[in-house]
């Protein structure tokens, strides 16, 4: 589902339970080797208590010395990226009760 976490909506019912961290890179340069399908274990550290029932997706483009494009939301953007207006990807998952440590 594509979403827009900077809108007020999502503002009001999206409350991060974590920091952003690394699910998949990829490489599109020509001399890149192809990309291959994988899967990975991601351990996110809990930073609010709450019931984590989503994960949202964005992506950061690098461009060399052009900079960078981002669909990340505001609160999330690299200081020396661009904003790309796609917004984000939202996945449900299984809701499970999460607390800081």
């Known amino acids: 589902r594509q979403i827009d976490m900077d809108a007020a909506f999502y503002r009001r019912v999206v409350?991060?339970?974590s920091?952003?961290?690394?699910a998949f890179c990829f490489d599109f340069r020509a001399e890149a080797p192809p990309i291959k399908p994988s899967s990975a274990t991601l351990r996110f550290t809990v930073t609010a208590e709450g019931k984590a029932n989503a994960v949202v997706f964005w992506f950061e483009?690098?461009?060399g010395a052009a900079g960078v494009i981002s669909t990340a939301p505001a609160a999330a953007l690299p200081q020396n990226a661009s904003r790309f207006a796609l917004g984000q990807?939202?996945?449900f998952m299984p809701p499970a009760r999460v607390r800081a440590k």
């Open 89 to 91: 990807a939202l996945q």
């Open 19 to 22: 920091h952003p961290l690394v």
């Open 15 to 17: 409350k991060p339970l």
């Open 61 to 63: 483009m690098p461009l």
